[in-house]
């Protein structure tokens, strides 16, 4: 079955200082990979999602970016954070052989300080 | 185009009451869906997902929800509320198309009465 590995779990970094969440998916291959944030007292944004790899897609203009070096892993980072960036971010797949079906990493708390 | 829609941002019931929270969607490819439920400062959880067998399909806690394909509908529902449940709750759907992402509905934030 597919897992979805994301770290780390919560990161308090401050403003101005770079940011690299990464996830890896296990159990398939060539999955659809995407970025979420959900900011506090808001639903899930979608921020990046890649149908394969090297090829990055971007939802909203923002301060982040994302890639996708490896078929399993998917990136975000940012140069210089800003305290708008703090929120929980969600990595998720998913696979479209048979039933397409979504898959989820825990997520990130970050917190900008 | 397609979408998800959250009917209601919140809803409050009385703790053993029955729940209904609403989710439609709209697209012209057939959908695989799924609930899932987020407690405070934690990750999500998958409470059911349909995927083209039963179109009844049971959770975990006590969640149902049922595929309406000619109400475009996925509604969860719960026989009896308890305290635990209160939490944000997302439907979140998948369409049968490789470039398609995943969608979620803005969520419902469900309040148990005592």
């Known amino acids: 079955s597919q897992t979805i590995h994301q770290w780390p779990a919560t990161l308090v970094q401050p403003v101005g200082s770079p940011l690299s969440l990464e996830c890896t998916v296990e159990?398939?291959?060539?999955?659809?990979l995407y970025w979420y944030r959900q900011a506090a007292g808001r639903g899930l944004q979608l921020l990046f999602y890649?149908?394969?790899?090297?090829?990055i897609s971007s939802e909203v203009p923002q301060n982040l970016s994302a890639s996708r070096p490896q078929d399993r892993q998917f990136i975000l980072s940012s140069k210089k954070l800003l305290l708008s960036d703090s929120g929980f971010y969600l990595c998720?797949?998913?696979?479209?052989?048979?039933?397409?079906?979504?898959?989820f990493g825990q997520g990130t708390r970050l917190t900008v300080v | 185009a397609q979408s998800v829609t959250q009917l209601d941002s919140h809803v409050s019931v009385s703790e053993g009451t029955p729940v209904l929270l609403r989710c439609n969607y709209s697209?012209?490819?057939?959908?695989?869906l799924f609930w899932y439920v987020q407690h405070p400062n934690k990750g999500l959880q998958l409470l059911l997902k349909?995927?083209?067998?039963?179109?009844l399909v049971k959770g975990i806690n006590g969640f149902e929800a049922e595929f309406k394909k000619s109400e475009t509908s996925f509604h969860l529902t719960k026989p009896s509320a308890h305290m635990s449940d209160a939490a944000e709750y997302f439907c979140?759907?998948?369409?049968?198309?490789?470039?398609?992402?995943?969608?979620f509905g803005k969520g419902t934030r469900l309040h148990i009465l005592p």
């Open positions: 890649s149908v394969g790899i090297g090829q």
């Open positions: 697209s012209s490819y057939s959908p695989s």
């Open positions: 159990g398939t291959s060539n999955p659809n």
């Open positions: 349909y995927t083209s067998a039963a179109t």
């Open positions: 979140v759907v998948i369409f049968m198309n490789r470039d398609d992402k995943i969608i």
């Open positions: 998720a797949c998913h696979t479209n052989r048979g039933l397409a079906e979504a898959f």
